[in-house]
């Protein structure tokens, strides 16, 4: 196939370098044959990797049962779906509203802030909520929100981890704090459990929603399935997309205790929020996690990356960060001021697929499933890549 792709996409997103066709487990072809070990996974999206048997299963059942149904009527597999994450967050009265992607998912939670009759929202600095016109108002990145502007107005922004700004962003007008338990789009960054507890204690105080995106960390990717547990707070909703249905397309707002009597019928809504083929693909994602173990898996691999990561980088990685196998490698090659797109064109051509999510650093989001011949390799090529920056004369 001949792929013209500035002739046939807006130029949002640059041009790809590669046509990818096929995949299995954590390994990905090219339209030329050639393999790759996928440590992206479709930006932390492909969480059991590629064909896996119980999806394929899962999902070709219900596309030859039931595609699509609209919220006219009940579909079998939305409910199954949604008592699950019912469960998985195990809040006294949670409810779930779907949708068909993170930003909607957050669009849905910000219209939710509105009803509490307030409107101010405070973010953290450095925040990725989405795109849309309402979630690119939570995106505290000046250079992704400026062309749009004007966007939301009654936005304050804090620094991450800043307790004193926290505090001051908090007010009685406040409708709700977003956050992110770890900043995904931001390079990997945490908030302290110090900072998102404070968040809930002072949300609380003045009747505001503490509303934590785990649209890049929900899920199983930290190891738990939902990464604020451990800060041990209780948020009054989250929002969950990405992995949720293993690569088809799926958002969810969950709520609990009197967030979720907010909205009533005609409130919001979304055609295709609740599809059935999604919502099988996420029913069995959540069984293939549990039934494989690998929410600890995502533990112990994440420990062994974090280590390997260094230890077989010939110097060239300063740091890794994140939890479970969301990770950022800190790359240093000397005198480079954006070495992380260098290190992830070169390690393309040793077969690696990467994302430079900053200029210095490179991101990982590899499949739970990923094989320990799969983790061997990926490190071998790794390892190949460090050596040539290492070999380079700074
Ligand atoms: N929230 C977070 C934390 C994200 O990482 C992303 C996407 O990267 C979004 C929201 C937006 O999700 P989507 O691209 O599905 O709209």
Redesign the pocket.
């Known amino acids: 196939m001949n792929v013209n792709w500035e002739e046939t996409f807006l130029n949002t997103y640059g041009t790809p370098e590669l046509t990818l066709v096929r995949g299995h487990g954590s390994r990905v072809w090219d339209v030329t044959g050639r393999e790759y070990i996928d440590l992206l996974g479709g ?2 999206v492909n969480i059991l990797g590629a064909a896996h048997p119980n999806y394929v299963q899962a999902v070709s059942d219900q596309v030859g049962k039931l595609v699509h149904t609209s919220n006219l009527y009940i579909n079998e597999p939305s409910v199954k779906l949604a008592n699950k994450l019912q469960e998985l967050v195990g809040w006294t009265g949670a409810k779930v509203f779907f949708c ?7 669009e849905a939670a910000l219209k939710l802030s509105r009803l509490t009759g307030k409107t101010q929202v405070v973010v953290v600095e450095g ?6 016109m309402g ?1 690119l108002s939570l ?1 505290a990145q000046p250079a992704k929100q400026k062309p749009f502007e004007p966007l939301l107005n009654d936005v304050t922004v804090v620094a991450i981890n800043d307790l004193e700004a926290l505090k001051m962003a908090i007010t009685s007008a406040t409708a709700a704090v977003f956050l ?1 338990v770890i ?3 931001a390079g990997v960054r945490s908030l302290s459990s110090e900072f998102i507890r404070s968040a809930r204690e002072w949300t609380s105080e003045v009747g505001a929603l503490l509303i934590i ?5 929900g899920i199983g990717r930290t190891g738990a399935w939902w990464a604020h547990t451990e800060s041990g707070v209780t948020p009054d909703a989250i ?1 969950v ?2 992995s949720l249905a293993g690569g088809l ?1 799926i ?1 969810a707002l969950i709520t609990g205790g009197e967030a979720s009597k907010l909205f009533t019928p005609g409130s919001h809504g979304s055609t295709f929020g609740g599809n059935p083929v999604s919502c099988a693909a996420a029913i069995s994602v959540i069984d293939v996690i549990e039934q494989e173990g690998l929410l600890s898996r995502a533990t112990t691999l994440g420990q062994e990356f974090k280590d390997s990561l260094v230890n077989r980088s010939h110097g060239i990685v300063t740091q890794v960060r994140g939890r479970g196998l969301l990770l950022a490698a800190e790359i240093y090659i000397g005198g480079e001021s954006d070495p992380a797109p260098k290190f992830v064109i070169k390690a393309l051509e040793h077969g690696l697929l990467l994302n430079a999510v900053t200029p210095t650093a490179v991101r990982l989001a590899p499949a739970l499933t990923i094989a320990d011949a799969e983790m061997e390799q990926a490190l071998l090529r790794w390892e190949l890549t460090c050596n040539y920056f290492s070999e380079v004369p700074s």
Not at 100 to 106: F, K, L, V
Not at 213 to 217: K, L, M, P, R
């Open positions: 930006i932390a068909n992607s993170g930003a909607e998912a957050n925040s990725f909520h989405g795109r849309t979630s995106t992110e900043q995904g789009e995106d785990e649209v890049q960390t929002t997309a990405k397309p958002g």
